[in-house]
């Protein structure tokens, strides 16, 4: 399957019903974060192997599980794999050491430190960032800390935050990155650093943007951009206005943002890795490759309720944000090329 055909069919399905809803099964002790961590992980396991039952995972992971007769057929089966499709049991360190060997890196999925961020945050004490930030991909690693010696011993320090973090991150899209620009928010607000939280909040949003799709695809797509907008993209919103986007305007946004990558000829129909996805949306999300992209993929807000002392000239640029918006969905909706800025923007925009 090509990755269009893909993205368009894990959208279908999210349009269709809320099945990457994960609600703890009845009579269980189970918390939400739990189940979001095993589906994150099994789902992740379903798409590396292209396996689709419980049954032939288990199998493929364990097979030395399986007790067979004399004959060579299959006699019984732990059938441990189907607990792990209904999410009621969560996977031991003897069965994530004998996964891991067939698909490395899964146990990072099951113990990702997003999932501990969102348990943690909110409590009393106030979450390890360093700590947690070490916990992610090489990749992200590199861009966060920078190399110190000491002697002939070496250790890690944290890169000082900066436009070029948020950029690499960026384009270094992915659930990894997320935690890292979370982090960066969260750190911001605290030291009311506010030109500093605005930029890193929409470097959130951009990333949140480009991954959604295949957050659905793992079944953890609500629950994840729900806490994101919740606990951090409130956090760099403009003063009087509030963030009127939920996890199905982020998915829609996504599945569009994502598609558009292969409208040119020279990737129609062809397969990329993620990495190179990501390069050519974070083209489109810049406005390198149209401003219709740009502002289509902006974040949606609304006037606050409780807004005071508005200027009129902070209405203008609302408005004027709003209506570029409108026109941005309204180009991609119709698949039609249009001059910037457009001729019947209001308040005269030019």
């Not at 703890?24 to 292209?50: D, F, H, I, S």
Request: proline share 5%; glycine share 6%; hydrophobic share 40%.
């Amino acid at each position: 399957m090509i990755d269009a055909d893909r993205i368009i069919q894990i959208y279908e399905q999210f349009a269709k019903s809320s099945r990457d809803k994960i609600v703890a099964p009845g009579g269980t002790r189970r918390t939400p974060l739990e189940n979001l961590r095993v589906a994150y992980w099994y789902e992740g396991l379903k798409q590396r192997t292209g396996i689709e039952s419980p049954y032939g995972l288990e199998f493929y992971f364990e097979e030395d599980s399986f007790k067979r007769n004399t004959n060579g057929t299959i006699r019984s089966y732990p059938n441990k794999w189907s607990n792990y499709e209904r999410n009621v049991v969560t996977p031991q360190a003897k069965t994530l050491t004998r996964v891991e060997r067939l698909a490395p890196g899964s146990t990072h999925d099951l113990n990702h430190p997003l999932w501990k961020l969102m348990s943690e945050l909110g409590e009393r004490d106030k979450p390890d960032f360093d700590g947690l930030l070490k916990g992610l991909s090489i990749d992200i690693l590199n861009v966060l800390f920078t190399a110190e010696n000491t002697g002939f011993s070496t250790y890690s320090v944290r890169e000082p935050s900066s436009q070029l973090i948020l950029d690499k991150l960026e384009r270094r899209a992915s659930l990894d990155a997320l935690v890292g620009l979370t982090v960066l928010v969260l750190e911001a607000n605290e030291l009311k650093q506010d030109e500093f939280l605005s930029r890193a909040t929409l470097a959130t949003h951009n990333v949140l943007t480009m991954i959604a799709i295949e957050l659905a695809s793992r079944k953890v797509v609500h629950q994840v951009v729900s806490w994101v907008i919740d606990n951090i993209l409130c956090l760099g919103t403009p003063r009087n206005l509030q963030l009127s986007m939920d996890s199905y305007a982020y998915i829609e946004a996504s599945a569009f943002l994502n598609l558009m990558v292969y409208q040119n000829p020279n990737r129609k129909g062809k397969c990329l890795t993620w990495p190179q996805r990501v390069k050519v949306m974070t083209q489109l999300i810049h406005g390198k490759m149209g401003f219709d992209v740009y502002h289509a993929m902006r974040p949606r807000y609304e006037l606050s309720p409780s807004r005071r002392g508005v200027s009129a000239e902070f209405m203008r640029d609302f408005e004027r944000s709003s209506a570029l918006r409108k026109w941005g969905w309204k180009t991609i909706w119709s698949g039609k090329v249009e001059l910037f800025p457009p001729a019947r923007l209001p308040l005269g925009v030019d």
